[in-house]
Nanobody
Framework: QVQLVESGGGLVQAGGSLRLSCAASGRTGSSHAMGWFRQAPGKEREFVAAITWSGSSMHYRDSVKGRFTISRDNNKNTVYLQMTTLKPEDTAVYYC?????????????????WGQGTQVTVSS
């Protein structure tokens, strides 16, 4: 089992920045790809960003390209989501996920592990 714990959420004004962290513990020896998803009130959960185990490839949803950056530090078993130029429509609960297959992670279906989520609120 792998446990994922997100942190770094909060309230920020539009145009501001936040960095989310997702710390993995447990059987972290597996080579999982990692990703971030978000769910706004009344909306379905959506993919935000993903990164391979090695960190060599990343994938983003179009609306966050150029504003969000996903990265990971395998020595710390932690994945990050640097968010800049935040917009009110970025307001959501952000979830970290781990999955054995990078190419299917962003579909968000039957993923191996999920975190509990962290709230991000962007005020206008």
């Amino acid at each position: 089992q792998v446990q994922l714990v997100e942190s770094g959420g909060g309230l920020v004004q539009a145009g501001g920045s936040l960095r989310l962290s997702c710390a993995a513990s447990g059987r972290t020896g597996s080579s999982h790809a990692m990703g971030w998803f978000r769910q706004a009130p009344g909306k379905e959960r959506e993919f935000v960003a993903a990164i391979t185990w090695s960190g060599s490839s990343m994938h983003y949803r179009d609306s966050v390209k150029g504003r969000f950056t996903i990265s990971r530090d395998n020595n710390k078993n932690t994945v990050y989501l640097q968010m800049t130029t935040l917009k009110p429509e970025d307001t959501a609960v952000y979830y970290c996920a781990a999955h054995r297959t990078y190419s299917t992670l962003w579909y968000g279906v039957d993923l191996d592990y999920w975190g509990q989520g962290t709230q991000v609120t962007v005020s206008s």
